[in-house]
């Protein structure tokens, strides 16, 4: 059975430090990932999506960026975060959307 | 732009009660329309929906589609305390596995 994993759970960090949240799926083969951003009293905001190694495509423009080194690894960064980067983060994977996305448990990020 | 608007945004009910929770959609190239629930933390899959007038149903838990009105609903009969969460409804299109766009989400509080 496949499995995602996100990590850390929590995450508090000052204005204009680095970021990095990883996002890592077992149990399937090539499949799209995403990074959506969920703000309080909001709906999920997709920011990112990737097809394959090395394909990102953003959705939204910020200061946020994403990689896919590996097949069933994705990673979130920021040089500098922004107070305004604060919310809830899921990563999420679907092989082609046929049954849906399935999210990760989701990193809680503070920006003080 | 593509719209995807739930109501209401909040309801209180109490165990035993029956809800009816709203989705509507604006999108060019429709192709489904997805409802997940999220407690605490990761959405998890409910229901997928592609064609008009065919019932999804889970347990308590039935949907239904209606491509011409671009509208679904989410009833859940006999309320529990463990159906409180937020329930998100989500919509696809046509020629593009990776676009998801969601509404803001039904908070639903069951009382006791």
């Known amino acids: 059975s496949q499995t995602i994993h996100q990590w850390p759970a929590t995450l508090v960090q000052p204005v204009g430090s680095p970021l990095s949240l990883e996002c890592t799926v077992e149990g399937t083969s090539n499949p799209n990932l995403y990074w959506y951003r969920q703000a309080a009293g909001r709906g999920l905001q997709l920011l990112f999506y990737s097809v394959g190694i090395g394909q990102i495509s953003s959705e939204v423009p910020q200061n946020l960026s994403a990689s896919r080194p590996q097949d069933r690894q994705f990673i979130l960064s920021s040089k500098k975060l922004l107070l305004s980067d604060s919310g809830f983060y899921l990563c999420a994977w679907s092989q082609g959307l046929a049954r849906g996305q399935f999210f990760g448990p989701g990193t809680r990020l503070t920006v003080l | 732009e593509d719209k995807v608007v739930q109501s209401p945004l909040s309801l209180v009910v109490h165990e035993g009660d029956t809800v009816t929770l709203n989705c509507s959609y604006e999108?060019?190239?429709?192709?489904?329309l997805l409802w997940y629930k999220q407690e605490k933390k990761a959405p998890t899959f409910l229901f997928m929906l592609?064609?008009?007038?065919i019932e999804k149903k889970s347990g308590r838990l039935s949907s239904i589609l209606d491509k011409k009105e671009l509208f679904s609903i989410l009833n859940i009969t006999a309320t529990q305390t463990g159906d409180s969460a937020v329930y998100l409804c989500a919509v696809t299109v046509q020629y593009n596995n990776n676009d998801m766009r969601f509404g803001a989400g039904t908070r639903l509080t069951v009382k006791p």
């Open positions: 592609t064609s008009s007038g």
């Open positions: 999108v060019t190239n429709f192709r489904s």
